[in-house]
C-alpha cells in the first residue's frame, strides 16, 4: 500500500525510498515484528478467557507434557497471521499477483487450522475436523495456487519443473503440474504441522525457511542477480522478499510467547498456514525441490510418521518409540530444549546447502 507514496517521488526525496524492494521488507519485518510484541499479551490473555483448560494434551504422548503443556491455550497462530497480512498488505505492492497467491494460501490455510483447533478446545478432544475434509480443502486451495501461479508464470517456465544444480534444465509436467503443486503445498503445510510439537521447534524452521526462500525469491525476481547465478527469471518474484520479511518479524513476535515454557501454542491456526505459505512460494519462485532441502527437517518430521505407521500396519512393531521423530528423541532422555535448538542448528545448516543450490550449477 505505502508504495504509491512513490506516485508523489521525483526521484530524490524520501518517497522514492519505497520503490526499493529491500526498504519495504525492512519496513514489513519491524512493523509485523512490533505488532507482535503490542499485541501478544492481549492476545494470550483473551485466548486464556476463551480457552479455560486450553489446547487439550494426548495422554498418549510423553508423559511429561501432561504436566508441563497443561493449561497452556492454542490459536496463537493468530497473532503470526494478523501480524503477517497486515505488514505484507501495508509494504507491499498490490498490483503484484504473487502477493496475492500467497495471502489467499496462508489465509486459507489458516482459516482450515483455526476450524480445526476451535473443535478440539470447545469439543475438549483432540478430534478437530477430519482428516479427509482438512485434506480435501488444502488440496483445493493449493490447486487454485499452482494455476494462478501457472498462470503468471513466463511461458517457458510455465507448466516446467526447474532442478537444481542443473544449467537450464527443466522438466514438462504439463497438466501434472498442478497435482505436483497441490503436493507441495499441502505437503509442506502438514508438515510443519507435525512438527509442532515442543515449544518453539516449529516456529524456528520455519522463519530459516522462509528467509532462505525470500533471499531466492528477491533474486530470482531480478534479470541481473538471475544471469550472474545462472538460474531461471521468474518476473514479479522480487515482491515475495517482503511477504518474508513480515513472515520472519511475525515468527519472532510470537517466539518472545512461545518461548520455553510456551504461554501460547501456534495450533493448526499458525502452522498449517506458514506451511502452506512456504510451499506456495516454492512454487511461485520454480523452487519446489529446493523447498525439500531447505525445508528438511519438515520433511524428515513427516516422513518418520508416514514410517511409523506404516511399518506398525506391516509388522505390528515400531521403527522410533513415537513419532514425529522429535517425541523419539523425548522418549529417549533428550531435554526439550536440546532437541529444539539440535533442530534448529539442523535447519540452518540444511537453509545454507538451499541457497547454495543458487550457484552451484
Known sequence: MLYWLTGFSDGGDLFNLFRYITFRAGGAFFTALIFGFLFGRPL????????????????????????????????????????????????????????????????????????????????????????????????LIAAIAGIASSWM?????????????????????????????????AGAANAVNLTDGLDGLAIMPVMIAAGTLGVIAYAVGRVDFTEYLDVHYVPGTGEIFVFTAALIGGGLGFLWYNAPPAAVFMGDTGSLALGGALGAIAVATKHEIVLAIVGGLFVVEALSVIIQVAYFKMTGNRVFLMAPIHHHFEKKGWQEPQIVIRFWIISLILALIGLATLKVR
Open 153 to 185: 508464470h513466463p511461458p517457458e517456465l510455465s507448466n516446467y519443473l526447474a532442478l537444481p544444480f542443473f544449467k537450464d534444465t527443466l522438466i514438462w509436467l504439463g497438466w501434472l503440474f498442478i497435482p505436483f503443486c497441490m503436493l507441495v503445498v
Open 44 to 139: 494470550i490473555n483473551i485466548l486464556r478467557r476463551k480457552q479455560k483448560f486450553g489446547q487439550p494434551i494426548r495422554t498418549d504422548g510423553p508423559e511429561g507434557h501432561l504436566v508441563t503443556k497443561q493449561g497452556t491455550p492454542t490459536m496463537g497462530g493468530l497473532l503470526i497471521l494478523s501480524a503477517l497480512v497486515l505488514a505484507t498488505l501495508l509494504w507491499a505492492r498490490l498490483d503484484n499477483g504473487y502477493v496475492w497467491v500467497l495471502l489467499f494460501v496462508t489465509v486459507g490455510f489458516g482459516l482450515i487450522g483455526f476450524t480445526d483447533d476451535y473443535h478440539k478446545v470447545t469439543k475438549r478432544s483432540h478430534d478437530g475436523l477430519s482428516g479427509k475434509l482438512r485434506l480435501a480443502l488444502g488440496f
